[in-house]
């Protein structure tokens, strides 16, 4: 591989983006193609622990982060009926002093609108619908359903849960519905008449279902919730969300506390999204191929660390990249690939249990975790 490789990353989410921007950083030749046709500011709320934060100040947007998004104190677990605190674990100024960088809670598209803006200029396409990729040995082709053709040395495939690019590395195969689904939804605070306890970042949890809740801006005028329910056995899988009603969640969470009551009755649209997992895949890469993020690990939101595996991803790959150099390549996914597959399954193991800060516990093998300076694990 000559001179400096042209890299292609499919997929402009977070881990995307993170990678465009870091690889760029590193002085790789980066394009980016997102099928969007632009940036839209969509309705979810996103948890940023420090092993987030900190990829953040590479990235180069930590302090507007910090500026903008929310500090929880602390994470509340409570019981979903009496409000009983079950645990609270130490979030704010502890996690500042104990990993050096902070936790937020921010709402998505504010928080992708920022890691957009700092993507270097003219390196990002929108509306590239990838639907074919060949790799021919010595360069990949990538056909758009545009018409256009674009060729590349690797493609990084951060393609989400209906990965182009894994179909490519291993066949059609569809994520999997763990049979649960997630409300959503994002809402002004003024004028909700929340009853005590509230606090900043909440999970409220049942037998077989719960709540989280959090807010997503510094002033905390906007508040989130996501559910984690039972149901969606017979989902069409042709739809990433349907619309959904206070009735739904008034039924799903009768006789819970009177905050998750008010809550659901603040809320203005709601949404409801099927919860997909996929099984641990046989390989990340073949040839001039890598996947990160929901190409090959998605998960239950259970933790609020699935876009953290993908932002983690994109800082190991482009550690890796810089480690063995592009020329070792194949090298390279292997060393990315043996340092991120026994973390991801922890987490997405755990995310599917649901047992995440449940009860006081130690969160430091996850918070706690920095891609740049971990020991690599050699292939």
């Known amino acids: 591989m000559a001179g400096n490789p042209k890299i292609a990353v499919i997929g402009a989410g977070l881990g995307g983006t993170v990678a465009a921007t870091l690889l760029t950083k590193a002085k790789f030749d980066v394009r980016l193609y997102e099928q969007a046709e632009c940036f839209s500011r969509l309705g979810a709320g996103i948890h940023l622990g420090p092993n987030v934060t900190r990829i953040m100040r590479e990235v180069g947007i930590e302090d507007e982060l910090n500026r903008t998004a929310s500090h929880p104190d602390f994470w509340y677990s409570r019981d979903g009926v009496t409000g009983e605190i079950c645990a609270k674990i130490p979030l704010g100024d502890y996690a500042l002093k104990q990993y050096g960088s902070t936790y937020l809670t921010v709402h998505r598209g504010d928080f992708q609108q920022l890691l957009t803006e700092a993507v270097p200029a003219g390196i990002l396409d929108f509306n590239k619908k990838l639907q074919k990729v060949d790799d021919l040995g010595d360069k990949v ?16 495939g951060a393609d989400g849960v209906n990965s182009v690019i894994r179909e490519s590395l291993l066949g059609p195969e569809l994520p999997q519905h763990t ?13 909700i008449q929340l009853d005590l306890p509230f606090d900043m970042c909440t999970k409220w949890w049942g037998d077989d279902r719960h709540m989280m809740v959090y807010y997503v ?11 984690g329910v039972p149901g969606g056995e017979n989902w069409d899988m042709n739809k990433r969300w349907v619309p959904s009603t206070k009735d739904e969640l008034r039924e799903a969470f009768r006789g819970w506390h009177p905050t998750v009551q008010a809550l659901i009755e603040g809320a203005d649209e709601i949404t409801l999204w099927p919860l997909l997992e996929l099984a641990p895949l046989p390989l990340w890469s ?10 090959c690990h998605p998960m239950k939101p259970h933790m609020g660390q699935g876009a953290a595996m993908a932002i983690e991803d994109a800082a190991m790959l482009t550690r890796c990249l810089i480690e063995t150099g592009p020329a070792s390549y194949e090298q390279a996914f292997k060393l990315y690939e043996k340092n991120r597959t026994a973390r991801t399954a922890r987490v997405q193991s755990v995310s599917h249990d649901n047992t995440w800060l449940r009860t006081d ?18 292939i």
């Not at 049979?179 to 004028?191: D, L, M």
């Open 179 to 191: 049979g649960y689904i997630a409300h959503r939804a994002v809402f002004n605070t003024p004028g």
């Open 217 to 227: 801006t510094k002033q905390q005028d906007q508040i989130y919730f996501v559910t």
């Open 286 to 295: 073949r040839g001039r191929l890598v996947l990160l993020g929901d190409a």
């Open 141 to 156: 082709v990538l056909e758009f359903t545009d018409g256009t053709v674009e060729y590349a040395d690797l493609v990084i």
């Open 361 to 378: 516990e130690d969160p430091d093998w996850c918070f706690g975790y920095d891609v740049f300076s971990v020991p690599l694990v050699n």
